[in-house]
């Protein structure tokens, strides 16, 4: 059983402006910095980079042993997750991690999940079919916090928004429809998991319905 616990008022304002000020830093930071950062370059920061050049470091000895094809030097452009309707199986590898190097939050640990297809024709390549970005928390308002940063920094860089609840579960939505070279479009969810260790989770997914 999934449900959302709700916070006051009081709180949600006092969370909303520390998550502005902490987004604020990051984009004086990415100005003083010459990055010129959008909906792509954020995802991929958020995915370690795995799809471009060089992927974090702190992530390349787990690409290199079980997603072989984004260890190598020319790596997929970025937002391009394939598949194929050959014959395959299909496997998930977790990247877990309790520090993230572009993203920071008083979570317990994160998870990085890459859905894998492997085909039985040794000359088709395997392909990765989708990729899920977790946060876990046991504090539920570390995880409002998180959710509200997420919020702050898709908001400037799209063109399209949308906020619902589902379930007992917040979600946002957001798309660039002005960039469709890399990935345009993000989905991330805050939820309650009674039974999980982890009491609240954050999923982030690079699709949705806008």
């Known amino acids: 059983m999934r449900e959302m616990f709700i916070l006051s008022k009081k709180n949600r304002v006092m969370f909303r402006k520390f998550s502005l000020a902490c ?5 004086m ?3 003083s910095t010459g990055q010129d950062m959008n909906m792509d370059a954020y995802i991929n920061q958020l995915l ?23 260890s190598q030097k020319k790596k997929t452009t970025g ?42 024709d040794p000359k088709q390549l395997p392909a990765i ?12 308002a570390e995880a409002e916090i998180v959710f509200s940063r ?3 920094m898709f908001i400037l860089v799209s063109t399209h928004k949308k906020f619902s609840s589902a379930n007992g579960a917040q979600k946002a939505e957001f798309m660039n429809a002005t ?24 999923l982030l997914e690079t699709t949705n319905d806008l």
Do not use: C
């Open 129 to 140: 079919t989708d990729v899920q970005l977790w946060f876990d928390f046991d504090n539920q």
């Open 179 to 202: 960039d469709t070279t890399g990935f345009n479009k993000v989905r991330f969810r805050l939820t309650t998991d009674h039974v999980a260790q982890y009491r609240y989770k954050i």
């Open 150 to 152: 997420l919020v702050d």
């Open 79 to 120: 937002g391009q997750i394939m598949g194929n309707t050959l014959h395959y199986r299909d496997e998930i590898h977790s990247f877990i991690f309790t520090q993230h190097p572009f993203f920071h939050g008083n979570y317990k640990q994160g998870k990085l999940e890459f859905f894998y297809r492997k085909f039985t």
């Open 29 to 31: 930071f990415n100005r």
């Open 48 to 70: 370690f980079n795995v799809f471009k050049e060089r992927a974090d470091t702190s992530i390349t000895g787990f690409l290199k042993r079980y997603i072989p094809a984004l």
């Open 23 to 27: 987004f604020f830093l990051l984009v």
